[in-house]
């Protein structure tokens, strides 16, 4: 197979072809210091604050899509066959001001006006995808844009009224689709990548096998899909991560299939691409999705490297075991299945081989007599990392309980299930006092610690008082309890 070491994309109208590009670089550093497009700013340096938010564009099954997402821990060498368009590409008629930008001035959104590049790319992504947006639907679109001025209401007001100044059908992006897509189709040669001087290498395979060929050959590696987390480590704890494989670019990871039984999802698949089977199938899921993380996070971020990172306090872990989830692991031809829960063996230890990597998730559907919760308690209620989660099935054939399954992330060094109270669950009718029963036996589960999240006796009463809530919200209580 033949190589090449140049990185190609599209930034804004122009095609760029970038040498030796390190592993380490980010999209932000490259933007602000190569090409001096100051527009898209550094606030929090970790995915957060949204002030480096820019667009990328990628070809997927052939059609061109765009998503916002946080130039601040989005490497360079990831956007191989991608556009990447940044504030300064942003223009309505003539040269004049953008239909966001306008609407932004007249509703007065911006004060300081430091964050208002990275707010105006969000609202501008959600204008494309979504013109006359409700209040909700812009508030879910900027949950990853912090503004410490305006207080939201006059930028709330100005995303509303977005349309009013234009409409997408003659925006940039629009009026080029058919262009950028012949130029990303052309840029796609079916040729590995590798990039970068050897002691900040950064590989991008050509396919899915060449991955498992690639990984196998040099397991020391670190595997790159959304970066969400590998970039603090570059950015907040200055860590080396060559060779670095890249992997966001590979469509066999991006499958998802769908059956009567089961969602079957390669691992690359992103919490924004899941979105709408998560709304469809598995509805008691849809709340608890919009507050992993913000926006511009959840189109980058994976739900494999969610997985795979291991983290006692990932969001989708608890949630997944407790529908039943299993991974498939591959190392290079090789494959083998396992239950999600056993994937995790300690803090920071999976049974995951040198070279191995989590190829897919299947995520068995529940059945008509089962009955799901997912729960999420955090200081703040959005964009925030949890100190409890919580995913709970319990299936109730003729008042009596036949299956339970509670799994909880935050209360020990893995995201693990509560066997004990599932046991006193088991067999028992559906009652108030049985689900009391079982958060008493809870305190047999699990010995939580203490950190600046949270106590250990708090994690331990809000564990406990999930599962009431549980049986009070699944039993019809008038009132829904807020989050």
């Not at 709330?156 to 992006?173: F, K, N």
């Not at 994937?343 to 089962?370: M, W």
Request: one cysteine or more; charged letters at 20%.
């Amino acid at each position: 197979m033949t190589h090449r070491s140049e990185i190609r994309f599209l930034l804004n109208g122009r095609a760029v072809s970038l040498p030796q590009v390190p592993a380490s670089q980010t999209l932000l550093d490259f933007l602000r210091i190569e090409r001096r497009l100051t527009g898209t700013k550094e606030g929090c340096a970790e995915g957060d604050c949204g002030a480096c938010t820019v667009l990328v564009g990628r070809l997927h099954e052939g059609a061109l899509r765009y998503e916002a997402v946080n130039a601040c821990i989005r490497f360079t060498a990831s956007l191989d066959g991608c556009h990447v368009v940044t504030v300064e590409h942003l223009s309505g008629r003539d040269g004049a001001l953008h239909p966001v930008q306008r609407a932004m001035v007249e509703h007065h959104g911006a004060q300081c006006g430091f964050c208002t590049p990275g707010i105006i790319m969000s609202l501008y992504a959600l204008w494309m995808q979504t013109p006359q947006p409700t209040e909700t639907q812009v508030e879910t679109a900027l949950q990853g844009n912090l503004c410490r001025c305006t207080g939201y209401a006059p930028i709330i007001r100005a995303a509303v009224a977005a349309s009013q100044y234009g409409t997408p059908e003659a925006d940039h992006l629009t009026l080029e689709r058919d262009r950028v897509t012949a130029e990303l189709t052309a840029l796609k040669d079916g040729r590995r990548v590798e990039t970068g001087p050897d002691d900040n290498r950064s590989i991008l395979p050509a396919d899915l096998d060449d991955f498992a060929a690639a990984y196998a050959a040099h397991p020391q590696a670190t595997v790159i899909a959304g970066s969400t987390d590998v970039g603090l480590w570059v950015t907040k704890f200055l860590r080396p991560i060559s060779p670095a494989i890249f992997i966001a670019h590979l469509p066999e990871l991006k499958s998802v299939e769908v059956s009567p039984e089961a969602i079957t999802l390669g691992s690359g698949v992103s919490y924004s691409q899941l979105q709408p089977l998560i709304a469809e199938h598995l509805p008691h899921l849809s709340e608890y999705w919009d507050r992993i993380a913000g926006w511009q996070v959840r189109n980058m971020g994976t739900i494999g490297g969610n997985i795979a990172n291991g983290s006692p306090i990932g969001d989708t872990p608890p949630v997944l075991i407790a529908l039943g989830a299993e991974v498939t692991l591959r190392h290079g031809a090789a494959r083998r299945n396992l239950p999600l829960e056993a994937f995790f063996i300690d803090y920071g230890k999976q049974d995951r081989r040198p070279g191995e990597f989590v190829e897919s998730i299947r995520i068995p559907l529940p059945s008509p007599a089962t009955r799901c919760a997912a729960y999420k308690i955090s200081k703040r209620r959005d964009e925030d990392i949890s100190a409890v989660a919580a995913g709970l099935s319990v299936t109730v054939k003729g008042g009596m309980i036949t299956d339970a399954r509670i799994a909880l992330g935050g209360m020990a060094a893995t995201p693990k299930r509560a066997a004990t109270a599932e046991a006193a669950l088991q067999g028992q009718p559906w009652s108030e006092a049985t689900f009391a029963t079982a958060a008493r036996a809870m305190s047999e589960d699990f010995a939580p610690l203490s950190d600046w999240r949270a106590s250990a006796d708090y994690r331990m009463r809000v564990a406990q008082n999930l599962l009431r809530r549980f049986f009070l919200e699944q039993d019809g209580l008038p009132v829904r309890l807020s989050a």
